[in-house]
């Protein structure tokens, strides 16, 4: 937990000499104020509690607040009194209850002094710090009410408009009878002088607009925004990144909250004032609106349905998008008319065409040359035009075909659980040449340096030459390999079911190793000096190609089986804990993740700025790259373990309702 | 002022020796152009020639008080290491810019107790590794889980040994062609590539942050009276969040780490000028902290230029 006070402590060493001159308690000021003792300490000079001695027979106290002008310019320092004064009268003339009386205003030596109402209460930080969990909506609605009650007479006031400036926490008093009270007018500030040298903090308050300059009704709005969201989170937005509350949304920390509140205090905190409330007014009807409404609830209509989550239904992507004045405006609308869900449905989609198999197609489909092939559990190679779905030839082996199929000139190559690699022709799908391994061949070949890299259960990578079908040479892992290796500059990348990875050079000879914890059956991927795939430990790694370091992992909930895709600086990969993941690759943060409906062992293929992936919920996603949202969905009629590949605009995956789909991109 | 793309270009313009007639000079040039500073350079010494080119990272450092502070609240930090032979090591570097803050002489502490616990507990983490001829079989954490645990140690450090000082902490570790960065505040570090000049990190300040909410620009950003006011920094307690980066540098690439008292008064295009026309990285890091002080040096000026190999 921070503490909250540091930041606001000065990190300079300007304070020390001010608070040394506070005025000791006993000392009097203008014949009249006896000071007895110090009220707090601001940047400005310290705030006193005094007796009024112009009442002897009765005990008045009031606040003196004090205000150091140290500013040496005497033509300068004549003008800041006399903006002081001028303000002080102003403030005298208003009349609110939230409003402490103005009495008496003075100017003495190098110090100015303001006296007022004194209120006996704790302020709004103070009462925050000091409840135990959360402060509770209805309290929080009901300060609401009355701050934006004396924020509209401010702002209404004749002929200028008052900006408070400076609403937080610690400006709002709480008096003995719970009613707010406005403490700490922006007064002082010609007086403060810019500071030099880095320095931290922020005023986490303010709105963006006030660093150009502009103090605007709209920016005590988005104040009393900011000041709201920290008493229902606790979150001290001085010591959070300023404005970055759409970032923080206040359900997530506080589930507590109505959806209603939530977006009331985002409409205040838009960047934009016209996005914001037109006036304090407008806010305070909304918030007289919703609570309204709760009460209503509360009264017990029954059947009404709960209002729904700003944040979406289960399934959309949990990066929350920055707030929308447009959708905020209609969100907190149901406060009093509740209407249903608004997330945009996505269109689900038709195929172009599909192509039944005899079995269960769990591999994943190759695309050549206007032909799709791909292995189904009959023990089929299937190719099939791409654009009409025909069948071209069926070449049978005698196991299953798990793998992808991997195309080189005119010849398809597969792996085979009958321990074989088969070379198949293309034109007429007669066999060129086969090769045997010692077990059952569940890895997918990558063709390189005219040799073809595959594994097999029996424990070896297998370099083949592709025209002779010799073996070059084979290098040993500790376990089966099932992953597609992949080849970059000389060297071979691979990992295997005992969770060791490899870097073998064009020879076969080891470079170097590394180990995860569980089996790498998902196929690595080299992008710009990195290597990364995921694990059975449910994480996804990137290692320096060169050395074994790895850079960085992430950690996923499930076992990963998914090969990673990559576009610009996210890779995208599937884990078993349903969720396709987007991880920024220079950093490995998370960009974004969609939650399927089951596990996503199928890999995903990026094209035009959309991911693809199946999942065993049956269903093909397709997604923005960007943020993860929902182009189309398309369900086929079981699991789906292949992994969609993209041509001409066309997806082509498989089911293991023995279908091959070709759907629109 | 020539193009600053063509500038960058030839800054990286060739790895061939000259031949023939001497390249054309840049006629706006005030001094005469020094040797391509990436390209192998052929001394003609009694006849021998010597291929100049190091097979090692090259660097430059400079540091100046500006000419408005009284003291130094600046740290730089450079650690490197080589091994050529059949048992080479990767390029090894570790650099660190820290910037401290909160006046008397908290500043310097916060900035020089950072750097130097930073570095330790990166080095201690990975050194070993890089010597030892240990495979795969013990699992050694991440670079990123490096440099953030090392990041929450200097914070740790910083917190209870000048609790009442601060500093932005920016630290580059390089193997081989890895880099990774870690950083907190507004040190900066840059990657200057053949056909570009780019900003790794982002600025944890305020007007960074209005920038990237369209409410100021990078004019506005520049002459603002708060610009100096950060949100992220070391020493202001636990929880600190840091931004940790990896890219791969293709070989030739030049890092640049440096503090606000240099990209906050000598522009992107003028920091890429000096660089081209100095004969070697330490002059180039040299003239750099002149131009800040030509500038007026309200701020203490720090500089470090890292080259990979061709």
Redesign the interface.
Known sequence: ???TH??TKS???GRKGQADSSLQAGATLQNRYLIQGVLGVGGMGSVYRARDMRFPNVTKIVAVKEILNLVGDPSMREMIIKTFEREANTLATLDHPAIPKIYDYFNQGDRSFLVQEFIEGKDLEYHLNDTAGMVSEEQVIEWALQLCDVLAYLHDHKPEPIIFRDMKPSNVMLDHHNRIRLIDFGIARPFQS?????????EGYSP??Q??GEASPAGDIYALGATLHHLLTKQDPR??????FAERPLRKTNPDVSSELEAIINTALN?SPSDRFANAKAMKEALISLRRARTGMLTGRVGQAAPPPVSGPAGTPTLSAPPNASANQAAYAPAVSTKPPTGPKASEVTPVWSFRCEDELRGSPAYANGVIYIGAYDNNLYAVTAPEGKLNWKYATDGGLPGWPTVHQDLIFIGSEDRRIHAISAKNGKMQWTYHTDAPVRSSPRIAEGHLFVGSDDGYLHAVNVMTSRRAWRSQAIGPVRCRPTVYQERVFFGCEEG??YCVDLSGEQK????AKRAITSSPLYY???VYFGAMDGMIY?L?A????????VRTNKPIISSPAIEGHLLFIGSADNFLYAIDI???REAWKYETGGQVTSSPAVNKGVVYVGSVDGCVYALDIQNGKLRWKFRSDGPITSSPVIANDIVYVGSTDHHLYALTA | MPNFLDTLKQLFGGGKPPTGPMPKRDPDATVPLPDLPTAPRILDVHKITVDETPRRLTIGVAQDVGRVRGHNEDVLLVFTGELAGLEAM?HFGMFVVA?G????SLGERASGVAARTVAREAINSVLPWLLSDA???V???????VMEHAMEVANRTVNNSVP???T?LTCAII????L?LSHV??SRAYIISQDSFEQVTRD?S??Q??QE????SPA?AAV???R??????VG????LEV??????LAPGTMLLLCS?GLWGLVPDDKLIDIIRKAPSLQVACENMVAAANAAGGP?NITAVLVRLPQ
């Open positions: 937990m921070f503490d540091k930041i990190m300079g060493t810019g500071q030099k040298g880095t320095m931290i903090g922020t963006p607009e660093y150009r010591i959070e990144p300023p404005f970055s960047y060791e990875f170097w190793k590394f180990k710009n000096g990195n990137a320096d060169k050395s074994n370091w790895a850079v960085w992992r220079r950093n490995g | 990767p910037d803050m909160g006046g008397h495979q795969a079989d699992e050694r954490p991440t670079l990123k889980e009442e000082g601060g932005t193997i081989g062609e890895q990774v505040g507004d944890h305020l007007v942050r209005l909410l369209g409410q100021l506005e603002h009276p708060q100096n006011v950060l949100y992220r920094a202001q307690g636990e929880g931004d940790v980066d990896s890219r791969r606000d701020d």
